[in-house]
Structure formats: structure tokens, C-alpha cells
């Protein structure tokens, strides 16, 4: 049988606007432009769509489970429920350690687990070095979205948007 190909996607930074004070209400989740044209591409073009996203906020009492499904709930009404499934991690150092808190690999692992990715065949599309490292350490292919690059986690490429991380990726497969 046919393993599944995948991209994972951070969450904050590349589907929606950053903040660096935490976006957690529903009100505040702008999604960036041409994020949903770059989801119904990838979609097209056969691939699993992930989010795997830290949600330290939590584990720092800044907000709650609900608060962050209540967000995921917002971006599946909005793209038409083209997220295949959202892993995110509600730990922070500070109060828990956990391997599913990026640069972890686990939430990777449990969507592996859950739909038979071919690690070798997916992608990792991330605004940061923590989201470079675990999937580089898997095995798969990454694109850093915008400009803040770590030059000892630079991504394979880079993107200014999720739309044009989507056409890389779709031009990669021919």
C-alpha cells in the first residue's frame, strides 16, 4: 500500500498572523493572504495537510484547550475543513517539558502513526528554527517562511507565503 505524503504546517506565522503576545481567540486569527488558495493546492495536488503548533500559552495560563480549538475550528470553517488534522503542544519549559513540543518530534510521530506519512515524500512548511529541526531530523524537506532565518537551522528553502511554499512544493513533484 501506498504511504501517505504530507506538509506539516506551523501555525502562527505562516496561517495566520503572528503575535507575539499569542493569538488565541477567534477574533484575533487573521489568516495570511493566500493561505487558503496554498491549502486547496496542496490538497489538489494529494497531500495531508498537518498543523502541528506549539500552544505554550496554555501550559503559562495566558489561555485554554478551548481557546486554541475554538482558533482550529475558525480555519476549518474558513478553508472548507481542509486541514487534515491539527497536533499542537500546550507545554512550555518553563512549567513542563514534553518531546511533543517542537524543535520535539512527536506530534510529527503521532500524525505518522495516525496516517502512514512517508516522512521522505512530506514537507515542513514553519516561520522558525523549532519548526526546521524536527523535521529535519525525520527526514523531511523544509520551507521557512519570511526572513528571520538561523543560519545553523535554515530551512532547504525559503518562502515569503504559504501560496508560494505550495507552488515550490507542487513544482518539486514533477
Given at each position: 500500500?501506498?504511504?501517505?505524503?504530507?506538509?506539516?504546517?506551523?501555525?502562527d506565522?505562516?496561517l495566520?498572523?503572528?503575535?507575539?503576545?499569542?493569538?488565541?481567540?477567534?477574533?484575533?486569527?487573521?489568516?495570511?493572504?493566500?493561505?487558503?488558495?496554498?491549502?486547496?493546492?496542496?490538497?489538489?495536488?494529494?497531500?495531508?495537510?498537518?498543523v502541528?503548533?506549539?500552544?505554550s500559552?496554555?501550559?503559562?495560563?495566558?489561555?485554554?484547550?478551548?481557546d486554541?480549538?475554538?482558533?482550529?475550528?475558525?480555519?476549518?470553517?474558513?478553508?472548507?475543513?481542509?486541514?487534515?488534522?491539527f497536533?499542537?503542544?500546550?507545554?512550555?519549559?518553563?512549567?513542563?517539558?514534553?518531546?511533543?513540543?517542537?524543535?520535539?518530534?512527536?506530534?510529527?510521530?503521532?500524525?505518522?502513526?495516525?496516517?502512514?506519512?512517508?516522512?521522505?515524500?512530506?514537507?515542513?512548511?514553519?516561520?522558525?528554527g523549532?519548526?526546521i529541526?524536527?523535521?529535519?531530523?525525520?527526514?523531511?524537506?523544509?520551507?521557512?517562511?519570511?526572513?528571520?532565518?538561523?543560519?545553523?537551522?535554515k530551512?532547504?528553502?525559503?518562502?515569503?507565503?504559504?501560496?508560494?511554499?505550495?507552488?515550490?512544493?507542487?513544482?518539486?513533484?514533477?
Amino acid at each position: 500500500m501506498n504511504k501517505v505524503k504530507a506538509v506539516f504546517l506551523d501555525r502562527d506565522g505562516v496561517l495566520n498572523k503572528d503575535n507575539p503576545n499569542y493569538t488565541f481567540r477567534v477574533a484575533d486569527f487573521e489568516i495570511l493572504p493566500g493561505v487558503i488558495d496554498g491549502l486547496k493546492a496542496l490538497q489538489s495536488a494529494g497531500y495531508k495537510l498537518i498543523v502541528v503548533t506549539n500552544q505554550s500559552g496554555i501550559a503559562q495560563g495566558i489561555y485554554t484547550h478551548d481557546d486554541v480549538h475554538a482558533c482550529h475550528q475558525y480555519m476549518q470553517q474558513t478553508s472548507g475543513n481542509l486541514i487534515s488534522h491539527f497536533y499542537y503542544s500546550p507545554y512550555h519549559p518553563s512549567v513542563t517539558a514534553s518531546l511533543a513540543r517542537k524543535p520535539g518530534t512527536l506530534m510529527f510521530e503521532k500524525a505518522q502513526a495516525k496516517f502512514d506519512i512517508d516522512f521522505s515524500k512530506s514537507w515542513m512548511v514553519g516561520d522558525r528554527g523549532r519548526d526546521i529541526i524536527p523535521a529535519r531530523k525525520l527526514g523531511i524537506k523544509t520551507i521557512q517562511i519570511g526572513d528571520e532565518i538561523e543560519p545553523e537551522n535554515k530551512a532547504d528553502f525559503t518562502c515569503q507565503s504559504l501560496k508560494e511554499a505550495a507552488s515550490l512544493i507542487i513544482q518539486m513533484l514533477f
